[in-house]
């Protein structure tokens, strides 16, 4: 069965930096679009970033770029989302996703996800 779990998540102050795994089950990330997204209460779901491990592509939001790493560990099927130089906008439930397009069709899955609270 498909599984995605995220962990990682947790209170820390402006500044600071955390690193948040998402453990994959049920299929291999490398044939996947893997992705982070995360959520505040009453907003829209938003991109965070996103990698091709088969393909070596990574992407990510303006608001992040320069200050998260995404990663993929191939020998725990994981995916990595580095954060640096956090700050309280950065406070969210971060969610994973596994995406793929087969045979012309959208496959996606979603992880429970992970609360981040950054302090000023």
């Known amino acids: 069965q498909v599984q995605l779990i995220e962990s990682g998540g947790g209170l820390v102050q402006a500044g600071d930096s955390l690193t948040l795994a998402c453990a994959a089950s049920?299929?291999?990330?490398?044939?996947?679009?893997m992705g982070w997204f995360r959520q505040a209460p009453g907003k829209e779901r938003e991109f965070v970033a996103a990698?091709?491990?088969?393909?070596?592509?990574?992407t990510y939001a303006d608001s992040v770029k320069g200050r998260f790493t995404i990663s993929g560990d191939n020998a725990k099927n994981t995916i990595n989302l580095q954060m640096k130089s956090l700050n309280p906008e950065d406070t969210d439930i971060y969610y994973c996703?596994?995406?793929?397009?087969?045979?012309?069709?959208?496959?996606?899955?979603w992880g429970e996800g992970t609360q981040e609270a950054v302090s000023s």
């Open positions: 990698i091709t491990l088969s393909g070596g592509f990574t």
């Open positions: 996703n596994a995406d793929q397009l087969y045979m012309g069709r959208k496959y996606t899955y």
């Open positions: 049920g299929f291999t990330i490398s044939n996947y679009a």
